[in-house]
């Protein structure tokens, strides 16, 4: 079975730092481009990064972009997400999810892990 | 950004209706349109990929439809599982995007 777990989520005060990261198993993690989406609560789905399959390149939005890094190790199957500078908006779950693109060039995200939470409050 | 806006934002129906949803898009995208269902607590769970393409293991009660920048979901008739919080989310740009979301709950 194809299953994603997310891990290091909490509570952190505002410029702290927290590094999630994102089990994978079932699959070969290097086969695929990941992704990290996040939602605030009550919110709806906000895309934050990308990463390719050897971790040569990233994308992240703009909300994030100098103060989040995403990377990869293989060889552990698994996927990090590093938060420098929290601020309060970015409390939300955190989802990270594998990009599908088994059909010609569209991409999909299947499956997505069960999300962590990370609350930024002093 | 491409802006993807759902509608209706919420929609209450009964068990056995036909629902249709919306996603309209701030440019044309082709068919780079996915769609996701959500229930509360839980990560979402795609449905249809490429507009119209029904992802494996889902139920053939939810279809797909639209180019350029329309698009509808549909569910055939409803069942008790399929309230939800559903997402459509662009793949046309590499700043993916989602829509609001539409919160279906049973009339």
């Known amino acids: 079975e194809v299953q994603l777990v997310e891990s290091g989520g909490g509570l952190v005060q505002p410029g702290g730092s927290l590094r999630l990261s994102c089990a994978a198993s079932g699959f070969t993690l290097s086969s695929n481009w990941m992704h990290w989406v996040r939602q605030a609560p009550g919110k709806g789905l906000v895309w934050v990064s990308r990463i390719n399959s050897d971790g040569s390149t990233t994308n992240y939005a703009d909300s994030v972009k100098g103060r989040f890094t995403i990377s990869r190790d293989n060889a552990k199957n698994t996927l990090y997400l590093q938060m420098n500078s929290l601020r309060a908006e970015d409390t939300a779950v955190y989802f990270c999810a594998r990009d599908v693109r088994d059909y010609g060039d569209y991409d999909r995200f299947d499956p997505w892990g069960q999300g962590t939470l990370v609350t930024v409050s002093s | 950004d491409i802006q993807l806006t759902q509608s209706p934002s919420s929609l209450s129906a009964s068990v056995g209706d036909r629902v249709t949803i919306t996603c309209r898009a701030s440019?044309?995208?082709?068919?780079?349109l996915n769609w996701y269902q959500q229930k509360p607590g839980k990560a979402p769970n795609l449905l249809i990929y490429a507009a119209s393409n029904l992802q494996s293991g889902v139920p053939a009660r939810f279809t797909g439809s639209g180019s350029g920048t329309d698009f509808t979901l549909t569910i055939s008739s409803l069942q008790p599982a399929d309230f939800a919080t559903y997402y459509c989310q662009q793949s046309y740009s590499t700043r993916y995007t989602f829509g609001q979301g539409t919160r279906l709950d049973i009339k």
């Open positions: 440019q044309s995208i082709s068919t780079y």
